[in-house]
């Protein structure tokens, strides 16, 4: 997977710019609010089919402009491709080699990258969220059943908990549709629940020699898949059980469910346990093993991309290495020979010498 170039127009703050990419490291240099994340992320909304900032659509069309709009030019599967993105108020319009789309969901998995930002430092010791998001990104990117049955579980838990929030007012129609719901959000769960767990696996295995290259240290990482639903981890591997478990928890609970206005068994519960040496990460590890991890877990998603494509995606690092210490800089710039990777800076000294720099200001890029 190579990014060839990208054209931009009317997007955030650029007006106009063609931006073309080498194979290795592209450095991405310039001061604070210039325009470095903003082309990082709009390369990656073609992997991610939005913005990884949660920005709406309106606002990544440029202030006072109309139609903002995006080309990708990239090498996958052995031939040069396009994609192109064009934004304007309320509509959007979606391109593939020049095949119109009908939804931005439909790109993915034709464009294929590992974003690291700063966030994702804290991969281990947030909340279950960021994990739950770092599995469904890289996991939606290589099976688009999967990325339909979570956006199919999301809308179905939207409706299960409106329907237990009004289920008093409404009790025929709670009666009448609550199992109808539950029965869809289990089926749904039975494709997501044996995807992470065998992710997680993968992760298992890629991140822990990863952690040791990294660190040099003798402690050993373990993920473990968390479902949330009170099943043991490796029976989620069978969707049946994982169906059957479901089903049993969302009809035998109704009332404490009523009470809470909320679904409270399901994979928006799960988590990626993460331990150092048998203990958790997110309540021992200190923050220099925390970083580290999450470092393993984010280059554990390229080589687990690579290994089931066939093919290493692009890498964007948006300003993490000046955050990092100079052992694990040392450890990545190693990691970056024969990759392509996109990373911005404020500061041109902290890489490799052999870097492509392109600088960043005001919107243009000088190459
Ligand atoms: P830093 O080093 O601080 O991270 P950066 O170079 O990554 O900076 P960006 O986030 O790429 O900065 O760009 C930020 C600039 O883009 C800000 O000045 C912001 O006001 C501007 N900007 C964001 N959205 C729009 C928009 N829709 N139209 C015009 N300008 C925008
Ligand atoms: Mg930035």
Not at 16 to 30: M, W
Not at 125 to 140: H, Q, T
Not at 266 to 289: E, F, P
Not at 315 to 329: G, I
Request: charged letters at 25%; aromatic letters at 8%; glycine letters at 8%.
């Amino acid at each position: 997977m190579l990014v060839r170039a990208v054209a931009l127009r009317d997007y955030r703050n650029i007006g106009e710019a063609d931006v073309r990419f080498t194979e290795g490291v592209n450095l991405l240099v310039g001061d604070n609010a210039q325009g470095k994340t903003n082309l990082l992320e709009g390369i990656y909304l073609f992997a991610l089919g939005k913005s990884f900032r949660g920005a709406k659509e309106a606002e990544l069309v440029r202030f006072g402009a109309d139609i903002a709009s995006l080309r990708l030019n990239f090498a996958a599967g052995g031939r040069e491709q396009s994609a192109t993105l064009r934004f304007a108020k309320g509509k959007r319009a979606v391109e593939l080699n020049r095949v119109k789309l009908d939804r931005m969901s439909e790109l993915i998995g034709a464009f294929r990258a590992v974003l690291f930002c700063p966030e994702h430092l804290s991969l281990i010791k947030e909340g279950p969220a960021v994990r739950r998001a770092y599995l469904d990104i890289a996991i939606s990117q290589l099976r688009p059943v999967y990325l339909r049955a979570l956006q199919r579980y999301n809308a179905v838990l939207r409706e299960r908990n409106k329907l237990l929030k009004t289920a008093d007012e409404q009790p025929r129609v709670f009666r009448d549709t609550i199992e109808l719901w539950s029965a869809q959000l289990a089926e749904q769960a039975a494709v997501i629940a044996p995807a992470r767990r065998e992710y997680v696996e993968a992760v298992q295995a890629a991140a822990a020699d990863i952690f040791a290259d990294m660190t040099g240290s003798r402690e050993s990482p373990t993920f473990t898949y968390a479902p949330g639903f009170h099943l043991e981890p490796d029976r989620c591997a069978d969707p049946g059980a994982v169906r059957e478990q479901m089903m049993r928890l969302l009809t035998s609970h109704l009332d404490r469910e009523k009470a809470a206005g909320a679904t409270l068994w399901g994979v928006h519960k799960d988590d990626v346990q993460i331990s150092l040496n048998g203990r958790s990460a997110r309540l021992y590890g200190s923050q220099g093993q925390q970083r580290s991890l999450a470092l393993a877990m984010k280059l554990a998603e390229g080589e687990i991309c690579a290994a089931q494509t066939g093919e290493r995606p692009v890498f964007l690092f948006d300003d993490v290495l000046s955050e990092l210490d100079a052992a694990r800089r040392a450890y990545l710039t190693r990691e970056f020979a024969g990759r392509q990777v996109i990373m911005t800076t404020c500061e041109r000294a902290v890489f490799p010498d052999e870097a492509n720099v392109i600088g960043v200001r005001e919107g243009s890029y000088m190459q």
